[in-house]
T-cell receptor, first 116, second 115 residues
Framework: GNSVTQMEGPVTLSEEAFLTINCTYTATGYPSLFWYVQYPGEGLQLLLK?????DKGSNKGFEATYRKETTSFHLEKGSVQVSDSAVYFC???????????????FGQGTILTVHP | GAVVSQHPSRVICKSGTSVKIECRSL??????MFWYRQFPKQSLMLMATSNEGSKATYEQGVEKDKFLINHASLTLSTLTVTSAHPEDSSFYIC???????????FGEGSRLTVL
């Protein structure tokens, strides 16, 4: 079956530091890949996504590239801010437009804390 | 833009009672919705796929008699936790496929606390 593995947290950084959160996956076929962010007490917000190999998703300074050869979708940001403190989830879904699209398999989540 | 709304956002109930959580697509029709459960400090686990006009498809290990899902209209899916117990306390989140292929929208989540 499908699975997603994220680097274990928590991750603690100083403001303006470089962020990488690793994510690797196991799936059949060509899944769509996502990064979601969850702020304390809130639901999920889509941060970025990529639907095919070599696609790069980007949003709010965050980036992730769909690497099929390494089955990875690592999240990066060049300069983090205190407001980026949250839990980040990597997830995959079946092919966009397919019957399994939307059934997400989530990684375990990575807690990011950014200090001033 | 398209929005998915959940209600209630928080609910506290006594053990043994049933609780209904609504997931509503506000400006689009959602034939397929999904229900997830999130334990404190843990990831989200898919519970079931809700299909408008047909029975929900439950994931392995999820008790269908315990977690009743109804998708009676194109904009509303409900999750009823029957005879709730403290171990059912959790954060429940729904999502819906959007009108455009590849779109997926999440509700704000509903926190259930069973005393």
């Amino acid at each position: 079956g499908n699975s997603v593995t994220q680097m274990e947290g928590p991750v603690t950084l100083s403001e303006e530091a470089f962020l990488t959160i690793n994510c690797t996956y196991t799936a059949t076929g060509y899944p769509s890949l996502f990064w979601y962010v969850q702020y304390p007490g809130e639901g999920l917000q889509l941060l970025l996504k990529a639907t095919k190999a070599d696609d790069k998703g980007s949003n709010k300074g965050f980036e992730a590239t769909y690497r099929k050869e390494t089955t990875s979708f690592h999240l990066e940001k060049g300069s983090v801010q205190v407001s980026d403190s949250a839990v980040y989830f990597c997830a995959l879904s079946g092919l966009s437009g397919g019957t399994s699209y939307g059934k997400l398999t989530f990684g375990q989540g990575t807690i990011l804390t950014v200090h001033p | 833009g398209a929005v998915v709304s959940q209600h209630p956002s928080r609910v506290i109930c006594k053990s043994g009672t049933s609780v209904k959580i609504e997931c509503r697509s506000l400006d689009f029709q959602a034939t397929t919705m999904f229900w997830y459960r999130q334990f404190p400090k843990q990831s989200l686990m898919l519970m079931a796929t809700s299909n408008e006009g047909s029975k929900a498809t439950y994931e392995q290990g999820v008790e269908k008699d315990k977690f009743l899902i109804n998708h009676a209209s194109l904009t509303l899916s409900t999750l009823t936790v029957t005879s709730a117990h403290p171990e059912d306390s959790s954060f429940y989140i729904c999502s819906a496929r959007g009108p455009v292929a590849g779109e997926l929208f999440f509700g704000e989540g509903s926190r259930l606390t069973v005393l």
